[in-house]
């Protein structure tokens, strides 16, 4: 039903020009720090916005950073595309109208799953630590298109997971619900997102169920980030009860269970390095 509605309304947004042009020039390995900083100084929030991230302690400079071609030097091109995005989906977020839940909440869950994908992949030796970014930071935009396309019915889940205390993709799995895993890999198939992207947002809550994915890494790692984000922040994924843990991530990251604890306390550290980021990091920017 959901899925039908997503592609016969028009309520959905989509990124814009500029998204579009910084996702395209980042992932050239041709263009000039110059050049993608022309792109995005077309839109002053955005550029704000990346200044105020490169001097967020999470990056921990020795000094503050005022121009716009260093801060794209020192970030990288593809940190520039994540950022790009991560004020995108707060925009996209922020375009439900009729919404009862609060976006800045379930923002924060979004970065903070992002944040805590980076620093697993660093953690693990996985190099495409930027994308394991973006695919955290993607991994339920599910939630965006239902609190756009069927607000009350979010609503209602979310009180449910509250009450019963088991997590909402238990609720939707159990009752046959159309699920937010599914419908997140929907909306990033329509906004033309790379496959990788699409395969995470379907995979992140049971990645056991598809074992043989060619992004069943990526898709743990992810899947590890949500698990963490729920227990260190609970309640702003709208999920609740004791955050789930599937234990293939154990084969796939080439993880022990001994080494949980430690990681637990080093993704606390750097959630308390990126307060920051965390409220308030795109309180500025409601363009869609
Ligand atoms: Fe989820
Ligand atoms: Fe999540």
């Known amino acids: 039903m959901f899925k039908e509605l997503m592609y016969s309304v028009n309520e959905l947004p989509t990124p814009d020009v500029i998204v579009e042009q910084i996702i395209a020039t ?15 100084a077309q839109d002053i929030g955005l550029s704000t916005k990346v200044l105020k991230l490169v001097n967020s302690a999470y990056y921990g400079l020795p000094r503050r950073i005022s121009k716009l071609s260093e801060a794209i030097m020192i ?12 004020v995108f989906t ?15 909440k379930l923002w924060t869950h979004f970065m903070l799953t992002a944040i805590f ?13 930027e994308e394991a970014f973006m695919a955290g930071m993607l991994h339920d935009v599910g939630k965006i298109a239902l609190d756009i396309l069927a607000p009350e019915y979010l609503y209602q889940l979310t009180i449910a997971s509250e009450k ?11 009752n046959q619900f159309e699920s937010h895993t599914e419908l997140g890999g929907d909306l990033l198939e329509l906004w033309k997102l790379p496959e990788e992207f699409v395969a995470v947002a379907r995979l ?31 309640g702003h994924s709208y999920s609740y009860g004791v955050p789930f843990l599937d234990q293939i991530v154990f084969k796939k990251l080439a993880l022990k269970p001994s080494q949980l604890q430690a990681l637990l306390s080093d993704l606390t550290r750097i959630y308390e390095k990126s307060l920051d980021l965390l409220k308030g990091g795109v309180e500025d920017e409601t363009r869609v």
């Not at 980042?26 to 995005?40: G, Y």
């Not at 980076?118 to 190099?127: F, H, L, Q, T």
């Not at 019963?164 to 159990?174: A, H, V, W």
């Open 204 to 234: 992140h809550e049971l990645p056991s169920l598809t074992p043989d994915s060619p992004y069943i890494e990526i898709g743990c790692i992810v899947h590890l980030a949500n698990f963490y984000s729920n227990l260190i922040l609970p």
């Open 75 to 86: 970030l990288g091109f593809k940190t520039v595309r994540n950022l790009a995005l991560s």
């Open 26 to 40: 980042a992932s050239n390995p041709n263009v000039s720090a110059k050049e993608l900083e022309k792109v995005i």
């Open 90 to 104: 707060y925009s996209a977020l922020k375009s439900s109208n009729k919404s009862k839940i609060d976006h800045d």
């Open 164 to 174: 019963t205390l088991n997590p909402i993709f238990r609720i939707e799995y159990d």
């Open 117 to 129: 994908s980076e620093s697993i992949a660093k953690y693990i030796g996985y190099i495409r630590k």
